[in-house]
């Protein structure tokens, strides 16, 4: 198994010392498992789509548009 460091702000760190009964570890390693699960899953939808990226930047535009008027 690969060994990884990460940076937490201080008052972070902090906060999880108060938790020591929790495995801090196995809770980023499941968190980190979610995000790739989450993400293959976009990969996969993505690979079957027909848009194109000029495609996906127009209908963002149109939906911010939208919203821009409607709370105008």
């Given amino acids: 198994m690969v060994n990884m460091t990460l940076s937490i702000p201080d008052d972070l760190y902090a906060a999880m010392r108060k938790h020591s009964e929790i495995k801090w570890s196995e809770v980023a390693r499941k968190a980190f498992e979610r995000q790739v699960k989450a993400l293959d899953v976009m ?3 993505l690979s079957k789509s027909e848009l194109t990226e000029k495609d996906a ?13 409607r709370f105008k």
Wanted: proline share 0%; net charge positive.
């Fill in 43 to 45: 990969d996969d939808l």
């Fill in 57 to 69: 930047e127009r209908i963002g535009h149109q939906i911010k548009s939208g919203i821009r008027k």
